[in-house]
């Protein structure tokens, strides 16, 4: 009977806290940033100081997107949050730097977006040392929750703002790449995240080369680690985050200037929210510097047992102040003067031509990305011989297809154009390989990453074009001269064989700027050419003077 009675008691007393919270009235802990009041409500703290810290919680991650960004922003700029504490004693608010947990309960509360909400969380039964044991640790989805009254008091947010945070808190889980597109990291490639395989769903995952080579490729490895089957797709990113870019820009560009404008505030008010933290906490530090000493004014003075500890309370009080003054004149002197006329006329600017913005070296690749998942939800990929294609789903609900080309096997950003392939395969039927190498410099091309030419650099193409090497006596295997092979063979001066070539007398071919001249050597042998060369061997007496020597021009 005792044991039945008891277990009625517990029964009624849950089920009556149960009848009070569907009331909205039930409270066992009150989140920091709100007291209780009479009638068993609560209300907003009437510290400022305390409203404005989770207020710039909330204002932070609106602008960072992440809890560990903002995590990080706070200390950086060394900002102290309300902390409760438990316990007779103990003040209620404690000022520390925070931890992700304290900022992750903040934000995933909804008592802050001003609803009353019970049974958040759900028991569940285990057995430990052969006893029965009640665990109470299972996150319930809100709509799984027992009571949630909207609008029960006055919130930090509204109640769109917390569901909006709580999706965006939901899709930066990394670890859930299937749910989510992960947060915003570092790294070259502008879209992980957002693909997802058009073969199996799955998402694609993004890989990066060697150090320093800046080239990334998306790729799914479908069921390879369940059923070691082989990877679905894969495809490198430079070229379809280009074209995926360029489609973010196109529909960017209306709203150019007015994120212009909204940046330029952004500046002006980019110290204020420190300052505002800065000032609230030296208030509180002179109100308890001015009670530390009323406290002290009031005890005797020959007392030195209480005088001594009130004396030394308010000595740590005025440096706490002292210490908040120089951190606010520090902060003034630090700070970045106001946007000047040339700086608001360079960023309307950029308003107007976002893909200048979009390319300048100076913003960063997060700011990219978030721009893209800001109009980006998902995109479907797959891969053909030849082409991927792709289905963007933008956040409106709008769709684009866009089909993108392949680059054939081996071909790469870095590969050498198609034109001095050419070329090499030509002159290395005229010349050696160090000779090619100073005709391609002296004519100004260039490898495909942009270095000059050397004989290991010609040699190199040549073995991967399967380019023989020119042996010597080939050109005259085939009955091709040069240019001063020409003008000994017709005992006249280089610059004469020239000369007959430009008029159009002496056919000849150059393969491009600085290459040696071909000449057939039967030519040479034509009645016209052979007159012209009789000419000018007339034309110019030789010397009687042994000494004499020719100009070999």
Not at 285 to 311: K, M
Not at 359 to 366: R, T
């Amino acid at each position: 009977m005792s044991e039945m009675e008891v277990s009625v008691f517990r029964q009624r007393s849950i089920e009556a806290i149960k009848q009070k919270a569907r009331r909205g009235e039930y409270f066992s802990t009150v989140g920091v940033g709100y007291v209780k009041c009479d009638g068993d409500r609560i209300d907003k703290d009437p510290d400022r100081r305390v409203r404005d810290a989770i207020s710039l919680i909330f204002r932070k991650f609106a602008e960072l997107q992440t809890v560990r960004q903002v995590l990080v922003w706070i200390r950086q700029e060394k900002i102290f949050l309300p902390v409760l504490q438990q316990g007779p004693g103990k003040q209620p608010i404690l000022w520390k730097a925070p931890v992700y947990h304290t900022l992750h309960h903040i934000l995933t509360n909804p008592v802050y977006a001003g609803a009353y909400a019970f049974g958040r969380r759900g028991t569940t039964v285990a057995l430990v040392e052969g006893r029965k044991r009640m665990i109470r640790c299972i996150r319930r989805a809100a709509e799984s929750w027992e009571v949630l009254i909207k609008e029960h008091h006055e919130g930090y947010i509204n109640w769109e703002e917390f569901v909006r945070n709580q999706e965006i808190i939901s899709d930066n889980a990394n670890g859930k790449s299937y749910l989510g597109r992960g947060s915003v990291r570092r790294g070259e490639a502008l879209l992980p995240g957002l693909f997802r395989c058009g073969r199996c769903g799955r998402k694609l995952t993004v890989h990066y080369g060697s150090r320093g080579t800046h080239t990334q490729r998306y790729s799914c490895r479908g069921a390879f680690s369940e059923r070691a089957e082989m990877s679905c797709i894969n495809f490198g990113g430079m070229r379809v985050d280009q074209v995926v870019g360029h489609e973010v820009l196109e529909r960017v560009q209306p709203l150019g200037i007015e994120a212009a404008l909204t940046a330029m505030k952004n500046l002006e008010r980019e110290h204020s929210e420190k300052r505002l933290q800065l000032e609230n906490a030296l208030e509180q530090a002179r109100f308890e510097a001015a009670r530390a000493h009323r406290q002290y004014d009031a005890s005797d003075p020959e007392n030195r047992l209480v005088t001594s500890e009130l004396e030394r309370r308010w000595n740590e009080r005025l440096v706490a102040v002292r210490a908040l003054d120089e951190e606010l004149v520090r902060l003034e002197t630090d700070q970045k003067p106001a946007l000047t006329s040339p700086d608001r006329d360079r960023l309307l600017l950029l308003g107007e031509d976002l893909a200048l913005a979009w390319n300048n070296p100076d913003v960063a690749n997060e700011t990219r990305k978030k721009i893209v998942r800001l109009l980006i939800k998902e995109i479907v990929v797959d891969v053909s011989d030849k082409t991927i294609d792709l289905i963007i789903h933008w956040q409106g609900g709008d769709h684009t297809r866009l089909t993108i080309k392949k680059n054939r096997a081996g071909q790469t950003r870095w590969s050498n154009d198609d034109n001095v392939i050419g070329l090499i395969e030509a002159l290395a039927r005229q010349m050696p390989d160090k000779s090619i190498a100073a005709v391609l410099n002296r004519s100004g091309k260039q490898t495909g990453r942009g270095n000059t030419w050397t004989r290991m650099r010609v040699c190199s193409v040549r073995t991967q074009k399967g380019i023989a090497l020119y042996q010597e006596g080939e050109r005259k295997a085939r009955g091709e001269v040069t240019l001063n092979e020409a003008a000994d063979i017709l005992v006249v001066s280089p610059s004469t064989v020239r000369r007959m070539i430009e008029i159009g007398l002496l056919p000849a071919q150059q393969l491009c700027k600085g290459a040696p001249w071909i000449i057939r050597e039967e030519a040479l042998h034509t009645e016209n050419v052979q007159h012209e060369a009789n000419c000018r061997r007339a034309r110019v007496p030789s010397s009687q003077d042994p000494r004499q020597r020719t100009l070999n021009l």
